[in-house]
């Protein structure tokens, strides 16, 4: 999906120092893959912040419309951030953590399981 | 896709329920929040209504004038969370 | 199935001191926490955090643990378990509580249940506010500080009370532009073909990537709804409000609320009443309850307790 990959030109949006929280701490890396597309995060994250620190924003498109969806809520629960991960339909993304090797996808309406059946 | 000028005016985000619908069914006399839930699927998705009940509620105060704090909640059902199936089905369903 | 004495829902300010109190009265007491970390609200909100730690006893200045240091101190605690990652999605007849792992599902019975489950952001519905990019104020919070990833650069602050003051000071911290914000939902349009890219307010036009929605909080008790307590809506406690006696107790036998998940409150509010509510589930003896309840009407605020007490009202006539 072209619409995941991250532009050239987005800085990076991990907020390294904060004025009140200090230097971010150190984190193992974490492999994953978001459309296909391989992607580095910090073990521990959550799906979206991974792929918000990317510049990715866009989770799922909506059953009826179509139209795109992300990060709403973040606290689980709005489901604006539902995605596929692993295979499994309607991950909320923004309370799921990442993990090494894990396949994220965006969910097209309801999802299809991976045997093809809806 | 949607062209970039399609207006996006959902009041129930979960169900994507447009505000037309939601003053349409008050206009038929739908009047509390459990019937517009039943009439528009407004309030029915994952999020139990708690992002769109008080716009339903202000709505109706709007369009129907009925108070919004004399207006009963949506019932609450579980799961509160959307909480894998394979998760309950190992539950006892009796107790 | 597991039975205690005392469950308490959400490891927030409130619940963490329902849960001590109970626990330190003798009470074999849970505290469960869908998050992984506990602390609730004061790992979000942290100008909050920072300004009101003294309740805690967690160092203020740049960089406090606050989760950290709260699950050291309540380390120290007998008598209590804190179960994180660990959501409660029902409640049900006989005190019991339907709770989930991320892979498994399991009923907790307890003497008594109180509800910590907190607040959840208000929102107004307006055109284009599905985009991407549109979202919660505690959303922004969250990300940059719990998770440390700036959602966008370009702001727009739907709102204009204190929770849109807080989130301006914390956009500014994280080092990211505010460009308007508009007190109004019905003056405010966004637009954008895949996510948000211009916001409207009125008849001025702002190229942005981000609108937070800082409508203030409004409480979040659906455990003590789906549990049948009453409950009315109280505009000056946030919204939809379960009716609670002066121990915290709802409609429903040994079910208890506390904190802003029975009307929003100051920071001092939420400590002490958590303590009137944990020792008040907990069985303690009526002096220690009447003494915590005296500290509670002196943190307290008028305005609260006169929200109650017109709610107390509403129920009856109901
Ligand atoms: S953003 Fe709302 S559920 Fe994840």
Not at chain 1, 79 to 89: A, F, I
Not at chain 3, 27 to 53: F, K, M, P, Y
Not at chain 3, 144 to 159: E, K
Not at chain 3, 264 to 278: C, M, N, P, S
Request: aromatic share 4%; glycine share 10%; with cysteine.
């Amino acid at each position: 999906m072209s619409e995941h990959r991250p532009s050239a030109d987005m800085q990076s949006r991990r907020i390294e120092q904060h004025p009140l929280l200090g230097k971010l701490a150190e984190a193992d890396q974490v492999d994953i893959t978001v459309d296909g597309q391989p992607l580095t995060a910090r073990e521990g994250e959550p799906i979206a912040a991974a792929l918000m620190a990317n510049g990715i924003d866009i989770c799922r498109a909506m059953p009826d419309s179509g139209e795109s969806r992300g990060v709403f809520c973040g606290v689980g629960r709005c489901s604006d951030c539902l995605m596929t991960v692993d295979g499994l339909l309607n991950v909320r993304t923004c309370v799921t953590a990442v993990a090494d090797g894990m396949r994220v996808e965006t969910q097209h309406g309801l999802g299809y399981w991976e045997d093809g059946q809806p | 896709m949607s062209g970039p000028d399609r207006v996006r005016d959902y009041v129930c985000r979960c169900e994507e329920i447009p505000r037309s619908a939601v003053q349409q069914a008050i206009q038929e006399g739908n009047v509390t929040l459990n019937d517009i839930k039943r009439r528009t699927r407004a309030g029915m998705g994952v999020c139990q209504g708690i992002f769109c009940l008080r716009s339903v509620a202000e709505m109706i105060e709007a369009e129907a004038g009925v108070s919004a704090d004399s207006l009963e909640p949506m019932t609450a059902r579980p799961p509160a969370r959307l909480v894998t199936l394979g998760s309950l089905a190992a539950l006892n369903p009796e107790e | 199935m597991k039975t205690v004495d005392v469950a308490v829902v959400g490891a927030g300010p409130a619940g963490i001191a329902a849960a001590r109190a109970a626990a330190e009265s003798g009470a074999q007491t849970v505290l469960l926490d869908e998050n992984a970390r506990i602390g609730g609200q004061l790992r979000w909100r942290i100008s909050l955090a920072l300004e009101h730690t003294g309740g805690f006893d967690i160092p203020a200045g740049p960089g406090p643990d606050i989760s950290g240091e709260l699950e050291h101190q309540l380390a120290a605690v007998d008598n209590l378990t804190i179960e994180t990652s660990t959501v409660a999605w029902g409640l049900f007849a006989g005190n019991v509580l339907g709770i989930s792992t991320e892979d498994a599902a399991a009923e907790l019975q307890a003497r008594s249940i109180v509800l910590a489950t907190g607040s959840t952001d208000i929102v107004s519905p307006f055109p284009g506010w599905t985009l991407p990019g549109v979202m919660t104020a505690r959303a922004a919070q969250i990300f940059m500080h719990v998770h440390r990833v700036l959602p966008g650069r370009a702001w727009v602050i739907l709102g204009d009370g204190e929770e849109a003051a807080e989130l301006e000071a914390d956009l500014e911290r994280s080092g990211v532009d505010v460009i308007a914000r508009c007190a109004d939902p019905d003056q405010i349009r966004a637009s954008g073909t895949n996510r948000l890219a211009h916001v409207e307010i009125g008849d001025a036009v702002y190229e942005a990537d981000s609108l937070a929605i800082a409508l203030g909080r409004q409480p979040d008790a659906e455990l003590a709804f789906q549990a049948n307590a009453a409950g009315a809506f109280v505009r000056d406690l946030g919204g939809y409000t379960v009716n609670r006696d002066d121990s915290g107790q709802t409609s429903e036998e040994s079910v208890y609320v506390a904190g802003d998940a029975a009307g929003i409150a100051t920071f001092d509010e939420l400590i002490a009443e958590g303590r009137v509510v944990g020792l008040a589930a907990a069985g303690a003896p009526d002096v220690e309850i009447a003494t915590a309840r005296q500290a509670l009407t002196a943190a307290g605020s008028q305005r609260r307790s006169n929200a109650i007490s017109q709610l107390r009202l509403q129920a009856v006539s109901s």
